[in-house]
Protein backbone atom coordinates (compact mmCIF):
# COMPACT_ATOMS: atom_id res chain seq x y z
CA UNK A 1 0.00 0.00 0.00
CA UNK A 2 0.94 2.86 -0.94
CA UNK A 3 1.56 5.80 2.46
CA UNK A 4 1.57 9.65 2.48
CA UNK A 5 5.08 10.55 2.82
CA UNK A 6 3.68 12.97 5.73
CA UNK A 7 2.80 9.24 7.79
CA UNK A 8 6.11 8.00 7.10
CA UNK A 9 7.97 10.83 8.33
CA UNK A 10 5.16 11.57 11.26
CA UNK A 11 6.61 8.02 12.45
CA UNK A 12 10.18 8.36 12.25
CA UNK A 13 11.98 9.87 15.19
CA UNK A 14 15.31 10.49 13.29
CA UNK A 15 17.10 11.41 10.62
CA UNK A 16 14.66 13.76 7.75
CA UNK A 17 11.94 12.70 10.04
CA UNK A 18 12.87 14.00 13.08
CA UNK A 19 14.30 17.11 11.62
CA UNK A 20 10.62 18.14 10.13
CA UNK A 21 8.71 17.26 13.20
CA UNK A 22 11.77 19.86 15.17
CA UNK A 23 10.96 22.49 12.07
CA UNK A 24 7.08 21.98 12.66
CA UNK A 25 7.25 22.22 16.37
CA UNK A 26 9.57 25.28 16.27
CA UNK A 27 6.49 27.49 14.66
CA UNK A 28 4.41 26.62 18.12
CA UNK A 29 6.30 29.24 19.56
CA UNK A 30 4.28 31.79 17.26
CA UNK A 31 1.00 30.11 17.92
CA UNK A 32 1.97 30.21 22.06
CA UNK A 33 2.50 33.87 22.55
CA UNK A 34 0.55 37.24 22.36
CA UNK A 35 1.59 39.54 19.14
CA UNK A 36 3.76 41.66 21.23
CA UNK A 37 6.15 38.85 22.41
CA UNK A 38 6.09 37.73 18.83
CA UNK A 39 7.40 40.89 17.12
CA UNK A 40 10.35 40.78 19.88
CA UNK A 41 11.47 37.27 19.78
CA UNK A 42 11.77 34.14 17.30
CA UNK A 43 12.43 30.62 17.82
CA UNK A 44 15.10 29.35 15.95
CA UNK A 45 16.15 25.70 17.29
CA UNK A 46 15.38 22.80 19.17
CA UNK A 47 17.91 20.88 20.59
CA UNK A 48 18.13 18.09 22.89
CA UNK A 49 14.85 19.40 23.97
CA UNK A 50 15.83 22.95 24.37
CA UNK A 51 14.07 25.66 22.65
CA UNK A 52 16.27 28.65 21.79
CA UNK A 53 14.34 31.79 21.26
CA UNK A 54 16.42 34.84 20.43
CA UNK A 55 14.97 38.00 21.44
CA UNK A 56 14.67 41.71 20.48
CA UNK A 57 17.02 43.02 23.54
CA UNK A 58 18.30 41.82 27.00
CA UNK A 59 15.05 43.45 28.47
CA UNK A 60 12.89 40.83 26.52
CA UNK A 61 14.95 37.91 27.38
CA UNK A 62 15.07 38.55 30.93
CA UNK A 63 11.28 39.45 31.07
CA UNK A 64 10.58 36.14 28.98
CA UNK A 65 12.27 33.93 31.44
CA UNK A 66 9.96 34.75 34.48
CA UNK A 67 7.39 32.96 31.57
CA UNK A 68 9.44 30.11 31.38
CA UNK A 69 7.44 27.25 33.12
CA UNK A 70 4.34 28.55 31.43
CA UNK A 71 5.61 29.06 27.95
CA UNK A 72 7.20 25.25 28.19
CA UNK A 73 3.67 23.89 29.11
CA UNK A 74 2.20 25.86 26.34
CA UNK A 75 4.39 24.99 23.90
CA UNK A 76 3.97 20.84 25.04
CA UNK A 77 0.27 21.05 25.30
CA UNK A 78 0.13 22.20 21.84
CA UNK A 79 2.80 19.80 20.37
CA UNK A 80 0.87 16.72 22.51
CA UNK A 81 3.96 15.79 23.94
CA UNK A 82 7.09 16.90 26.00
CA UNK A 83 8.44 18.19 22.99
CA UNK A 84 10.66 20.61 25.26
CA UNK A 85 11.83 20.62 28.96
CA UNK A 86 13.72 24.08 28.81
CA UNK A 87 14.17 27.58 26.44
CA UNK A 88 16.69 29.37 26.61
CA UNK A 89 16.43 32.99 25.61
CA UNK A 90 18.90 34.77 23.89
CA UNK A 91 19.22 38.61 23.37
CA UNK A 92 19.94 39.66 19.45
CA UNK A 93 23.76 40.80 19.13
CA UNK A 94 23.59 43.39 15.77
Do not use: H
Request: proline letters at 2%; a neutral charge; charged letters at 30%.
Amino acid sequence: MAEKLADILDGMNYGVGQSVKICEQITYWKEIVDDKVRKNSEAVKIRDKVLTVITSSPTWAQELTFLKVDLVKKFNDLAGSEAIVDIRFSPKMV
